[in-house]
């Protein structure tokens, strides 16, 4: 998308789309998905103690899929200009919680209508756990709280698709896998 820092977008109860639930694309202006590795808070994070330990924070992990739909043409965005548009997100599926595990180099594929996407979670800052310490510290700098129950998504490991009519599902190599569909 041509964003070459990390940035940091709000995802709200209302976004949140059930495994196997719908998307209504006449709602969206030109919807994408990708696939991603969701982290789930434990407990409050303190972002103003420095030796916060946020990976330990964390008590589970499951396939995601984040729904992207940037207000601005063909994705075309200035760092500002996606962050104010929150990142693109519009919506996000998460598949079945399963216990913390090391998530380094696992297999992702993507599976759309629109095509197939293969990767691996090595494509998420060279590891994911790395998202959640640079959330960490961006959540320091603009004061932004963390709390238990927070849903984390770690960020895209394979470029997006566009969401059309169809099924859509993303699965990762021993962490599970997750599906919506794009209605009309």
């Known amino acids: 998308m041509g964003v070459s820092d990390v940035i940091v977008g709000r995802l709200t109860d209302a976004m949140r789309i059930p495994?196997?639930?719908?998307?209504?694309?006449?709602?969206?202006?030109?919807?994408?998905?990708e696939p991603e590795i969701a982290f789930r808070l434990a407990r409050d994070v303190d972002t103003a103690d420095p030796a916060a330990d946020i990976?330990?924070?964390?008590?589970?992990?499951?396939?995601?899929?984040?729904v992207i739909d940037s207000r601005y043409r063909d994705f075309r965005f200035t760092y500002p200009g996606v962050i104010a548009d929150n990142t693109s997100a519009a919506g996000y599926?998460?598949?079945p919680w399963h216990p913390m595990t090391d998530v380094a180099n696992?297999?992702?594929?993507?599976?759309?209508?629109g095509g197939t996407e293969?990767?691996?979670?090595?494509?998420?800052?060279?590891?994911?756990?790395?998202?959640?310490?640079?959330?960490?510290?961006?959540?320091?700098?603009?004061?932004?709280?963390?709390?238990k129950g927070y849903v984390v998504l770690a960020g895209a490991a394979t470029a997006a698709i566009a969401l059309t009519e169809g099924?859509?599902?993303?699965?990762?190599?021993?962490?599970g896998s997750v599906q919506l569909k794009g209605l009309p």
């Open 167 to 175: 099924v859509v599902r993303c699965e990762v190599t021993g962490v």
């Open 93 to 95: 599926a998460v598949g």
């Open 19 to 33: 495994d196997d639930g719908a998307v209504h694309l006449a709602a969206l202006v030109h919807p994408k998905v």
């Open 55 to 66: 990976e330990g924070a964390i008590d589970a992990v499951a396939a995601a899929i984040e």
């Open 118 to 147: 293969i990767g691996s979670t090595a494509a998420i800052l060279g590891h994911p756990i790395r998202a959640l310490y640079a959330l960490l510290s961006m959540c320091r700098e603009h004061r932004i709280e963390l709390r």
């Open 106 to 113: 696992r297999a992702v594929r993507l599976i759309a209508p």
